[in-house]
């Protein structure tokens, strides 16, 4: 039995930084782009292309067929992405079962939920768009975007998040059923909550 | 500046149980069923009047004038629900500003969101309708209820205080932006909850 901490955030809300602690305070694996390494090497796709995939902006395209509006075929790339899916679920699997660890991102949460090997906390990370544009500008002073345009670049990115994750899940990105701990990260210091949740997943 | 835990949550998902053990963990006062006496002893109006609008039992009423149907006199009940909405911001605000403590239900997230004066941890507990229904169960085990009257219940008592907390603050009960901390209790460890509440409140 194995003790493993998903990670689901919003972007900007301070997620990864959470993870990070997390694992560092508890002497556990952390796995971030790790799991886009992993899908490579079981693959023959490229880095760029499966990390495409998982942030849900190579999205599936459909090609219809003139002769006939009702026939639809999906196009190579909707394999393709298939493949990504099988192979996340497989190493995500694997990471989990090996050694205690953070996983970030990448459908974890849903990929392991009823797996009886280990034992789950799952994570919600969010916060309010001010909190999480100051985070980003903070973060990438060399952007030179205002902060509506970075509000603008937060919403994108979140859209194809939630996109990957409803086509790969089923689920509705955020709904809380589907998180033992949503965390609003706007009001609350990271440190405080990472101490929190290491003595509820220790 | 005084510490303040608020709890909103879902019947029947362990939040009383939630803040009484915080409460008792933190040396924090814990008002749970004062707010409704601390309400009647500021108006002229019954504990059961009272009682019956927090937990949205008594709804407004409208009367149409038969002679034009655009005119809409509030029946004498409305006058006495914004009463209470009025004597209830009063109540919470003093019981926060007095001293530490935990506050179960009645909007009091809502009502101290923006006070300057407190230091505020908001707490939303809930947890999926079969755990729910089980921990009901035990709980009122003369009720005679089997598992789907009681589910029925429970959906009934939930949208009760929905109407009310939508009709009182005009947000939406149980949207994660409201939140700092949403915690499922279907499959955590109500000790292991409190510890890890403690740590970030303290």
Same mark, same amino acid.
């Not at 919003?10 to 952390?30: D, H, N, P, T, V």
């Not at 971030?32 to 899908?39: A, H, L, Y």
């Given at each position: 039995?194995?003790?493993?901490?998903? &990670?689901s955030?919003?972007?900007?809300?301070?997620?990864?930084?959470?993870g990070?602690?997390?694992a560092?305070?508890?002497?556990?694996?952390y796995?971030? @782009?790790q799991v886009?390494?992993? &899908?490579?090497?079981?693959?023959?796709?490229?880095?760029?292309?499966?990390? %495409?995939?998982?942030? %849900?902006?190579?999205?599936?395209s459909? *090609?219809?067929?003139?002769e #006939?509006? $009702?026939?639809?075929?999906?196009?190579?790339?909707?394999m393709e992405? !298939?493949?990504?899916?099988? =192979?996340?679920? @497989?190493v995500? @699997?694997? /990471?989990?079962?090996?050694?205690?660890?953070? &996983?970030?991102?990448?459908?974890a949460?849903?990929?392991? =939920? +009823?797996?009886e #090997?280990?034992n789950? #906390?799952?994570? $919600?990370?969010? =916060?309010?768009m +001010?909190?999480?544009?100051?985070r980003?500008?903070e973060?990438n002073?060399?952007?030179?975007?205002?902060?509506?345009? /970075?509000?603008k670049e *937060?919403?994108?990115?979140?859209? +194809?998040?939630?996109?990957y994750?409803?086509?790969?899940?089923?689920?509705?990105?955020?709904? &809380?059923?589907? $998180?033992d $701990?949503? *965390?609003?990260?706007?009001?609350?210091d990271? +440190?405080?909550? !990472?101490?929190? *949740? =290491?003595?509820?997943a220790?």
């Amino acid at each position: 039995m194995t003790n493993v901490i998903t &990670i689901s955030r919003q972007f900007g809300s301070g997620g990864r930084e959470i993870g990070k602690k997390l694992a560092e305070k508890l002497g556990y694996e952390y796995y971030d @782009k790790q799991v886009v390494t992993g &899908i490579v090497s079981k693959t023959d796709l490229c880095n760029e292309f499966v990390e %495409g995939v998982l942030e %849900g902006k190579v999205k599936e395209s459909f *090609i219809f067929a003139t002769e #006939n509006s $009702f026939d639809m075929a999906m196009s190579y790339q909707s394999m393709e992405i !298939v493949e990504v899916h099988q =192979a996340q679920t @497989k190493v995500i @699997k694997e /990471m989990a079962e090996k050694s205690n660890c953070v &996983i970030v991102g990448r459908c974890a949460d849903y990929i392991l =939920a +009823d797996n009886e #090997n280990i034992n789950l #906390n799952r994570l $919600f990370i969010y =916060a309010d768009m +001010d909190s999480r544009v100051e985070r980003c500008m903070e973060r990438n002073k060399d952007a030179q975007l205002t902060p509506k345009q /970075m509000a603008k670049e *937060i919403k994108k990115i979140d859209k +194809d998040r939630e996109h990957y994750y409803s086509r790969f899940t089923g689920n509705d990105w955020g709904d &809380i059923e589907n $998180f033992d $701990f949503c *965390i609003n990260t706007s009001r609350s210091d990271i +440190d405080a909550i !990472v101490e929190a *949740i =290491a003595k509820v997943a220790e």
